[in-house]
């Protein structure tokens, strides 16, 4: 149904219209459902001139629209206007006094949370979007939504990523959202918790959508999630009492033949918000090109992994994910729906490639370049003898070589090397295996025999799919970090000695080592970005992680997360003095994460964060200006998502000015606080 010139007739009825969930629009009364149209929306082509718009944008929230709704005297239509309104009466005292009440995020039970009526009105708004948190695990546990059947299919697929990117709120990394309804920990009398879920979500199936949960979170100063598959390993797409914005289902993708911009002229990917790695693969494969995603199937392209930065088999050759973006629609703080590239809003544009998720607007699609048509790539297996091979990763990157390889601790003294794929994008089969002679030499002559398997693809996709297993989440006992290690630690004889040392050190302790190693080099004619500058001469990309019993005590756990970062991510810190980790990838607790995920990017994201969103409509762990918020009531070492978001500065100024860049003016009258 289009919605263009349809109109909303609530005027009179607006109690019985909301509880019996029908809408009038161009006089028919229908059931608003998931199907129906959003009343609050039209459908808008190429806000910006030549603007490609995917099928999910066409449909937004016009200035046009709101002013359509308040000529209805409809309850509550203010608590849908942007951020940006000049006009006096779009803006009642009460609702400017809710943004800053208190130091806190409105949370659930908070006197000026909003009640089910409103929540009703945004129900209608979007044409019944609004899901009502209940917990995937729920199924296993005794109450409304047990499912026997349902239970069981969890409880064998848990570990399973695709069990999770298809559920409005469910997260990989438990942990963050309190390990509530655990499939494994259900038992008679043991209760599933809404905990560190988000009490509402979207289920965003356009523009509007986006839009109107944007602007009823900023102005009624509620917790704001955005939520995509769910992927992050710090709990970024998860908080107690928010409302969520769930991207998952804008899933367009346009194939542009032809794409121009100022730095670029070639073939493009448009992708929608919710495109997974493994579907974009798919059609770039049909339409005979490569494109740059990650090594897993099922993380979001264009959510929390390109703006975050993104590593790819393909990083040698082509860098970043972020270094593909030619640009990104985006709803901003204000609830305004932009797009960002190198001529509109350059600040933003580089910003959000590496600058991290979460932080800017809900992004609603990006465009990336097409990394190549055609690439000849070669793999192979094998076990062993660490050192020789480390010690070899400066030649192994000049060739362009990506490998990804294990330890985990197998037992005492025992350890598990395991090269999970070695990939040399193109490059052919008889280079590679003279790149990799000198190696095999070595460790027969250390009496270590190994028989590699050899495989040659002509392209990127069938390699991908063969060589690439999808990989276990949802453990909630388990706490990583990360760190990117140089070039001169390979190359300073001294410094290698110290760096084999730590990393052997480490896995000598227990902890697992995930390694890659992979030069991420900008391709020329990139332009600056916001990425993590340490991703630039990396030799070796380095998680590591530390687990715990499920059965251990508070303070066992608080006791292992402060071992990952104040012992393990320190001694890796030790030997690389000023460099830093990957933010989607990182360690959540990082004391110093400003520099470890940003480096010398960090104090001018912070300033830039705080001129595009200066209420905090956008928060997530670790996201830029990350700093000034807290959860209450959480150990300092425990970092889950599960209490009131709260901010460290008091607003000392009694009366507030609404224009943003009035606000910029007074900020200096904020005090912090300690908490
Ligand atoms: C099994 C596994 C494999 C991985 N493999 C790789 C890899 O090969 N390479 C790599 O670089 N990384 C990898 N990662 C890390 C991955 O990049 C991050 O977890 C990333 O944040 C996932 O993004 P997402 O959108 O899929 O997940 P989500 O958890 O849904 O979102 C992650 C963050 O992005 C925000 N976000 C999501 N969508 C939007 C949007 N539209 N607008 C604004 N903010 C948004 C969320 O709020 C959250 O802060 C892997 C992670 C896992 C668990
Ligand atoms: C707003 O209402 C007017 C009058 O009914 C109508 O002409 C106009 O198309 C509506 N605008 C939108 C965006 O629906
Ligand atoms: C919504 O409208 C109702 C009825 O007019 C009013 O009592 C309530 O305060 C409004 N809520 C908000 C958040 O504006
Ligand atoms: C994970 O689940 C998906 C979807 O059900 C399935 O296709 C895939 O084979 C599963 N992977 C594993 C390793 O079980
Ligand atoms: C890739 O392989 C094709 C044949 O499969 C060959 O003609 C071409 O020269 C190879 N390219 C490179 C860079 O090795
Ligand atoms: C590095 O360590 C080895 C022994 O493991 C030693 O022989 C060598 O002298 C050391 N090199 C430097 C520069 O410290």
Redesign the pocket.
């Known amino acids: 149904m289009q919605t263009r010139g349809a109109w909303l007739v609530l005027a009179g009825c607006f109690a019985s219209c909301v509880s019996s969930q029908t809408i009038t629009v161009d006089g028919d009364v229908i059931a608003a459902g998931e199907s129906n149209i959003s009343p609050a929306a039209e459908v808008v082509n190429g806000v910006q001139d030549s603007r490609v718009t995917l099928p999910e944008e066409e449909l937004q929230l016009t200035d046009d629209i709101l002013g359509n709704l308040t000529g209805l005297q409809l ?2 239509v ?2 849908f206007y942007f951020g940006d309104d000049e006009s006096e009466d779009h803006f009642t005292k009460r ?1 400017l006094d809710n943004r800053w009440n208190g130091k806190c995020k409105t949370f659930p039970g908070d006197l000026l949370f ?2 089910k ?2 929540w009703k ?1 945004l129900d209608l708004l979007t044409g019944g979007a609004v899901i009502s948190t209940v917990p995937l695990g729920a199924a296993c546990y005794e109450g409304e939504h047990y499912d026997a059947k349902k239970c069981e299919f969890l409880f064998s697929n848990w570990a399973n990523s695709s069990t999770h990117v298809v559920d409005p709120t469910s997260v990989m990394s438990p942990l963050f959202q309190g390990a509530t309804c655990q499939p494994q920990d259900a038992e008679a009398g043991s209760v599933c918790e809404i905990s560190g879920f988000p009490l509402y979500s979207i289920k965003a199936t356009n523009v509007a959508h986006i839009q109107l949960a944007v602007n009823m979170a900023r102005n ?1 100063n509620l917790r704001l999630v955005v939520h995509n598959t769910g992927h992050d390993f710090l709990g970024k797409s998860t908080g107690a009492g928010a409302l969520s914005i769930w991207t998952h289902n804008m899933k367009s993708i346009q194939v542009l033949k032809e794409h121009k911009t100022k730095s670029y002229n070639g073939p493009a990917f448009k992708v929608g918000a919710g495109v997974q790695v493994r579907e974009l693969y798919e059609t770039a494969e049909r339409n005979g090109f490569t494109a740059v995603g990650g090594e897993c199937r099922d993380v979001g392209v264009a959510g929390g992994y390109a703006a975050g930065g993104g590593h790819s088999p393909l990083s040698p050759l082509v860098g970043l994910a972020s270094d593909q973006i030619l640009s990104v629609d985006i709803v901003t703080p204000q609830g305004r729906f932009i797009t960002v590239d190198e001529e509109n809003h350059e600040d933003l544009f580089w910003a959000i490639r590496g600058g991290g998720a979460a932080t800017w607007g809900v992004v609603t699609s990006m465009t990336f370049k097409v990394a190549t048509s055609s690439l000849n790539i070669s793999e192979t297996q094998f076990w062993s003898a660490v050192e020789a091979y480390w010690s070899r990763f400066p030649d192994f990157s000049d060739a362009k070589s990506y490998e990804y390889h294990f330890i985990f601790p197998a037992g005492p003294d025992a350890y598990l090397w395991s090269m999970n794929s070695w990939v040399v994008p193109g490059t052919n089969l008889a280079d590679f295996k003279k790149l990799v002679e000198p190696l095999l030499q070595e460790w027969e002559s250390l009496g270590v025999n190994i028989k590699p398997e050899y495989f040659e693809h002509d392209s990127f996709y069938p390699m991908w799919r063969s060589h690439f297993p999808s990989e276990n989440v949802g453990t909630a006992e388990v706490r990583t970090g990360s760190r990117l290690i140089p070039r001169g630690n390979f190359e300073d004889k001294e410094l290698w000695n110290k760096t084999f040392k730590t990393l052997r050190g480490i896995a000598e302790d227990g902890a697992t080592l995930i390694m890659y190693n992979i030069n991420a080099a900008a391709p020329e004619g990139t332009p600056a970005s916001a990425v993590n500058p340490a991703w630039r001469d990396a030799l070796m990309f380095v998680i590591t992680g530390s687990s715990w019993a499920p059965d251990a005590t508070e303070e066992e756990i608080s006791e292992t997360n402060r071992r990952v970062t104040y012992e393990i991510m320190q001694s890796l810190k030790d030997i690389t003095p000023g460099g830093g980790g990957y933010g989607n990838e990182g360690d959540v607790i990082d004391p110093d994460f400003g520099q470890s995920f940003f480096g010398s990017n960090y104090k001018r994201l912070y300033n830039l964060k705080k001129k595009i969103d200066p209420l905090g409509v956008f928060y997530a762990p670790t996201a830029v200006d990350s700093e000034d918020w807290y959860i209450e009531g959480q150990d300092q070492y425990l970092t889950r998502q599960t209490g009131k978001l709260c901010h460290r500065w008091v607003f000392l100024c009694p009366s507030y000015p609404k224009n943003i860049y009035q606000r910029q003016e007074i900020s200096y009258l904020l005090l912090r606080i300690t908490t």
């Open positions: 309850s509550n203010s608590v609702e909003p009640g009526p409103v009105v009624l």
